[in-house]
């Protein structure tokens, strides 16, 4: 127990706050940002995201019960997206623990999650650029859930839960944007239900995996879970304060950051492209939103309005 009163857990402590509060404000998975801060912070990769990966259980068990109180997730579709997912990610763990036994001297999975930051990156780009298009189109939902694609759901599950059961990273991004790609016209409080519920057995099955394996650091897990569970709500509380796109823009630019950096690219090259993505990325969004006849440059929150149960289905929000 002495362990917990270290600056060691005080870190991982101050950092699972800090994400927390950006998972609250933007809805963005914590995966993507905290694996790699534990790594940042000296943990042994394998470990953070053994523990990750448990700690996120419990706080998307609890998103998760919000959903499905208020009875938005589509359950069929959580259902098939479960049938790919939970396999893979359960032999998540076992496939790191045998590439790390044979190829001990190569870092596996610190590249694999760089390589994985880098998807991040890309599919948080291309949730904003589809959600900045549903708005362009007047956020019209259909009455009734469309009809599920069945293998393209599984396939969906199968590749984001191995990705998440290797790295932790991408239940909040991929699979999210391949759900918007397959059912573009189902309304975001439905996709983000489902997503949260498929997401709780994946995650903990993937957890289950890497802890048969590498077991729990319980002076890394505690921290996680005291220090993100507030952090979390505070930033929930908080999302209406603050302009999420330009919080996410500045995700988008961290996680590509962050993920060069796993894979060894030097730091001078990382700092150019830094300061390139910050002053040149805005010029581009403005331009992108103009050509969707939309203001360069929006004040709103959030680019795209959860429809709410006393909301009539179908019918045109503001956007």
Not at 71 to 83: D, E, K, T
Request: hydrophobic share 50%.
């Amino acid at each position: 127990m002495h362990h917990l009163f270290t600056t060691d857990a005080l870190s991982v402590l101050i950092a699972a706050f800090g994400i927390g509060i950006i998972v609250g404000l933007t809805g963005m998975g914590g995966g993507a940002l905290m694996t790699p801060a534990l790594i940042f912070l000296g943990i042994n990769p394998a470990a953070a995201v053994a523990n990750d990966l448990v700690a996120a259980g419990v706080n998307k068990s609890i998103g998760a019960a919000v959903h499905w109180r208020k009875g938005s997730p589509n359950l069929r579709l959580a259902s098939l997206l479960m049938i790919g997912s939970v396999p893979m990610g359960l032999a998540g763990g076992f496939i790191v623990n045998e590439i790390g036994k044979k190829h001990a001297h190569v870092n596996f999975l610190k590249d694999a999650i760089g390589w994985a930051l880098l998807l991040a990156a890309c599919s948080y780009a291309l949730r904003i650029y589809l959600q900045l298009r549903h708005v362009q189109q007047g956020n019209v939902t259909d009455a009734v859930d469309p009809r599920v694609r069945t293998v393209p759901t599984i396939l969906v599950g199968a590749v984001g839960g191995l990705l998440v059961g290797i790295t932790s990273v991408g239940s909040g991004s991929l699979i999210m944007v391949a759900l918007l790609l397959l059912y573009p016209r189902m309304s975001a409080k439905r996709l983000v239900g489902t997503d949260l519920v498929q997401a709780v057995p994946l995650v903990i099955a993937a957890a289950v995996g890497h802890v048969l394996n590498t077991g729990v650091t319980w002076h890394i897990l505690i921290p996680l879970i005291v220090g993100g569970t507030p952090g979390t709500f505070i930033g929930a509380k908080m999302s209406s304060w603050v302009n999420q796109n330009v919080i996410r823009g500045g995700i988008i630019v961290v996680l590509t950051l962050t993920g060069l950096s796993m894979l060894g690219v030097p730091p001078r090259e990382i700092g150019f492209l830094g300061a390139g993505l910050l002053l040149l990325g805005p010029l581009l969004w403005g331009w992108i939103r103009q050509r969707r006849g939309l203001p360069a440059f929006d004040n709103n929150s959030a680019a795209w309005r959860v429809v709410e149960p006393e909301d009539e289905p179908g019918s045109r929000l503001p956007g």
